[in-house]
């Protein structure tokens, strides 16, 4: 007795795509061992995490192996650009190495938050490869009436 088992086209297609990917990587690895130019591109995604406490916004970006010197953070209304630098230390014994997975380099990651923040306020902190952010909202005035005597 055969039973077939239903797979989604999307997983089969993603799974070829993945056999095909590495077995050309082991390949021409053992042409070009020092050359990442068959690996795919640099694909270093800072991952956010972005909670709402009423008064503030909580971002937590990971970033490890980030230095803190390394990091660039511009504020504008409601949006929060990250800029961060990974940079690749060599020591003598790591330069002949015959693979890298570690992604090294600068990238960014703009946030755009529901409402817009109170710059002044907003901290920052790195601590263990993860970057915190404390934006408190911009508290809105109430709208003020009066009624205006003519003259």
């Known amino acids: 007795m055969k039973f077939l088992v239903?797979?989604?086209?999307?997983?089969f297609i993603r799974t070829v795509n993945d056999e095909i990917s590495s077995l050309l990587n082991r390949h021409f690895d053992?042409?070009?061992p020092d050359s990442k130019y068959w690996e795919e591109e640099n694909?270093?995604?800072?991952p956010v995490e972005i909670t709402d406490s009423g008064k503030e916004y909580?971002?937590?970006?990971?970033?490890?192996?980030?230095?803190?010197?390394?990091?660039?953070?511009?504020?504008?209304e409601n949006y929060l650009k990250i800029n961060a630098k990974k940079v690749e230390e060599k020591t003598e014994s790591e330069k002949n190495f015959k693979r890298s997975e570690?992604?090294?380099?600068?990238?960014?990651?703009?946030i755009e938050l529901p409402e817009e923040i109170n710059v002044d306020k907003t901290e920052a902190k790195l601590e263990s490869g993860v970057l915190k952010i404390t934006a408190p909202k911009m508290i809105?005035?109430?709208d003020s009436k009066r009624k205006l005597t003519v003259k």
């Open 140 to 142: 809105k005035e109430k």
């Open 58 to 76: 909580d971002i937590r970006a990971e970033l490890p192996g980030v230095k803190k010197e390394d990091l660039d953070i511009d504020i504008e």
């Open 30 to 32: 053992s042409y070009f």
């Open 43 to 46: 694909k270093f995604t800072m």
């Open 102 to 110: 570690f992604n090294y380099g600068e990238f960014s990651r703009v």
């Open 6 to 11: 239903r797979k989604a086209p999307d997983n």
